[in-house]
């Protein structure tokens, strides 16, 4: 048996880890990987709350953040290749167009 | 195993989905010149919901209905009814938008924008944090396509920062809703907040999951510091879009806010209004100082939205339904002040291409009177000068702040205030002051006019007799569960 | 409890000890007699005109990606109904139902939109960049898929 302490742990090194390739990447589409990771971090949470508490709501919404990060990297690519077209580009560096 | 079904309060959610999937198959399906049946789908998706949603006020059943995920409260009636609102002239504005630039236009605009109502209006409804993330990401993923809508490279580049964004604060935001879950072991708001009362082992996960949630909706009423992407995505936006959302999101999320906080996080709120006080304070600091520095309209409307948001934010510190309601009022009354703004940026861009910067405003008293005279009122409103809606909202949340012993927070926002004064007085001083340079003349069509007049007796009724819905704001103030 | 482990864990070890045990025999067993001609890369027979490095996949790639991720991940929510498909009886049909018309509703509107047309679809990196050098504003830059 998994300990309930080490999965959350687990989880918040993954987010950690998410957090840190959204800020440090500068490929849109590595950012969109790394907030996958976010996402994908917070199931693993979801996931072991519901085990811990013998409780099934945790796993049903599980199931709907997977359907929601889907239709994100949907949205998301297809905001990167709109970019990439007028670009030529997808580098967030170089999205400077609006700058104060 | 049929559950119990009272559908009655999701009805007008059903009446806008079922509108943008016929909107969406007739952008599929038909050709030819498509536009105004579009505007007629969607106009009448809007004016079936609100009627829908008019009949809730006087709802009498559970407080929440299908297994816990809809409210039935009046927060929700109002909220909703905000929503659409702006929702409607939103559609006013994009259908003048498309007629003027057909090149850049889409059919998909219209279902796009109903989807984004009907997460806004699920978000203010949701009882079940699981229907309030979906709600979110149901609006916030409308939100960015409509910004990326025209193609063109600054909307595509605003569509993928508040993308990025948004995504990010989206994942903030449901790591908190698992720490709440892992800390009461429910979803449905008002069980956490018996849980929360009733426990104290978990509180600590819980305070980290409220200030995760904070977080994840900070960002989405645009309140510093996660402000960032504000003034960017504003001015990359086609200016419909912009007005649509800076008013509608706002309301909707801030709604979110306060059922998240003030119901389920209710137990905790010794701890959590601190918070919300220090964002309250550097949004109205950072938001009023910044707007000074913009030439550029967009801009400047985008860091008065992000110290508004810190206005309402001030009258949320008290958690209680003096609070709540002196928030609510502001919500209407912003919304009213900046889709009117933005409107009338949307009319003045109009020469060929946009002209947003402030030198478009030079003498624009004498190019067209009235629409000088309304941007002046809703710049007047923005300030907080009597006798308009701005003024009242401002004192009902500075007042809420004192009661609940924040003197402070409402010292520094009648500071702010002032100093945010000069941005909107300057923008007063070029329309009225200074002669054209050219000979430019603004855009006639009548849709925008439409908007622009809602919108402008909207803020004047409620500067001049708040009282007609300051009853309706404190009984929807007052949240059951 | 570990031990339910133990047939995936031995699955593992094996999977990895003949991977690399036939790397490993064939390196030490086979003859080693290099001439320049074996050594040159295989390309149908000819030098390789240019490397692949970074070579860019057409965009028509992303975009059936995109599809796919969106149609595909729809099936996690038939799974759950599959499992519980009796207790639901005629209300969880209808449930599904009005679920699998919606999502059509989103396979029609691609469908007409031109998504799933590879040919006259999108445009490649190469004819976007041509496109985007040509003077003048390009409107034909929405994203036919949505």
Request: aromatic share 10%; proline share 5%; net charge neutral.
């Amino acid at each position: 048996m998994v300990r309930l302490p080490l999965v959350l742990l687990f989880s918040a090194v993954l987010f950690s880890a998410g957090v840190y390739g959204v800020l440090a990447r500068r490929n849109a589409v590595m950012v969109l990987m790394a907030i996958e990771l976010m996402l994908n971090a917070v199931n693993v949470n979801l996931v072991a709350f519901a085990t811990a508490l013998r409780d099934v709501v945790g796993q049903v919404f599980a199931l709907f953040v997977i359907a929601v990060a889907a239709a994100e990297v949907g949205i998301g690519l297809a905001i990167v290749i709109l970019l990439y077209r007028t670009r030529e580009s997808i580098n967030v560096d170089e999205v400077n167009l609006l700058r104060w | 195993m049929t559950p119990d079904l009272d559908l009655v309060p999701f009805v007008p959610e059903l009446v806008l989905v079922a509108a943008a999937i016929v909107g969406l198959l007739y952008e599929a399906l038909a050709r030819g010149p498509r536009y105004p049946v579009h505007l007629a789908v969607a106009l009448a998706g809007i004016v079936v919901a609100s009627g829908a949603t008019l009949a809730l006020w006087r709802y009498g059943g559970d407080p929440t209905v299908l297994a816990g995920a809809i409210a039935t409260d009046r927060l929700a009636v109002l909220a909703r009814l905000t929503v659409l609102g702006a929702a409607f002239c939103g559609l006013l504005l994009g259908t003048h938008a498309i007629e003027r630039d057909p090149a850049a236009a889409r059919g998909e605009f219209f279902p796009l924008l109903l989807f984004a109502t009907t997460g806004m209006t699920l978000i203010v409804a949701a009882a079940d944090l699981i229907v309030v993330f979906l709600a979110l990401e149901v609006l916030s993923l409308s939100l960015y396509v409509l910004t990326g809508l025209p193609g063109r490279r600054a909307a595509s580049e605003a569509s993928l920062k508040y993308f990025l964004l948004g995504a990010f604060s989206s994942a903030f935001f449901l790591y908190g809703v698992a720490m709440v879950y892992g800390a009461t072991g429910t979803t449905r708001i008002p069980e956490i907040a018996n849980a929360l009362v009733g426990r104290t082992g978990e509180q600590g996960l819980a305070l980290l999951a409220a200030a995760l949630l904070l977080i994840g909706l900070g960002f989405k009423v645009s309140a510093a510091p996660f402000h960032m992407w504000t003034p960017d995505v504003y001015q990359g936006a086609p200016t419909s879009v912009t007005a649509f959302m800076s008013a509608a999101t706002k309301v909707a999320a801030f709604a979110a806010l306060i059922r998240v906080f003030d119901v389920g996080l209710q137990a905790l709120r010794w701890d959590w209004t601190p918070l919300v006080a220090a964002l309250a304070a550097v949004s109205v600091v950072l938001g009023s100082v910044l707007a000074i520095a913009q030439a550029d309209v967009k801009r400047m409307l985008a860091y008065s939205s992000v110290a508004h948001a810190g206005f309402i934010l001030t009258g949320l510190t008290a958690s209680n339904a003096d609070g709540i309601g002196a928030s609510l009022f502001y919500l209407i009354a912003y919304s009213a002040m900046t889709i009117g703004s933005f409107a009338v940026v949307g009319v003045t861009t109009t020469r060929g291409e946009d002209r947003t910067d402030l030198d478009a405003y030079r003498g624009l008293y004498r190019r067209d009177p009235h629409l000088a005279a309304a941007m002046a009122l809703f710049l007047v409103s923005l300030a907080g000068v009597p006798p308009t809606a701005g003024f009242i909202a401002k004192v009902g949340v500075f007042g809420a702040a004192i009661g609940a012993g924040y003197v402070w927070l409402a010292l520094l926002g009648v500071l702010a205030s002032v100093a945010a004064a000069y941005v909107y007085l300057r923008v007063i001083v070029l329309m009225f002051m200074v002669e054209p340079e050219e000979a430019l003349v603004s855009d006639p069509a009548p849709l925008p006019r439409i908007a622009i007049a809602i919108g402008a007796a909207i803020v004047l009724v409620l500067g001049l007799f708040p009282g007609l819905v300051t009853d309706l704001v404190r009984s929807a103030a007052v949240l059951r569960w | 409890m570990l031990s339910e482990y133990l047939p995936i864990a031995i699955l593992a070890a094996l999977a990895l000890l003949f991977a690399v045990g036939s790397l490993v025999a064939s390196g030490l067993l086979r003859p080693h007699r290099p001439t320049p001609v074996k050594l040159s890369a295989y390309e149908c027979g000819n030098d390789p005109v240019r490397l692949p490095r970074g070579e860019r996949f057409s965009i028509r790639f992303y975009v059936v990606a995109m599809l796919f991720i969106i149609f595909d991940i729809e099936t996690i929510f038939l799974f759950p109904w599959a499992v519980a498909a009796r207790e639901l009886a005629l209300f969880g049909l209808i449930e599904i139902a009005v679920f699998i018309a919606l999502v059509f509703v989103a396979y029609v509107y691609v469908w007409k939109k031109g998504g799933l047309d590879w040919a006259g679809g999108s445009l490649t990196p190469i004819e976007a960049e041509a496109a985007s050098e040509a003077p003048g504003p390009r409107e034909e830059v929405g994203i036919r898929a949505g």
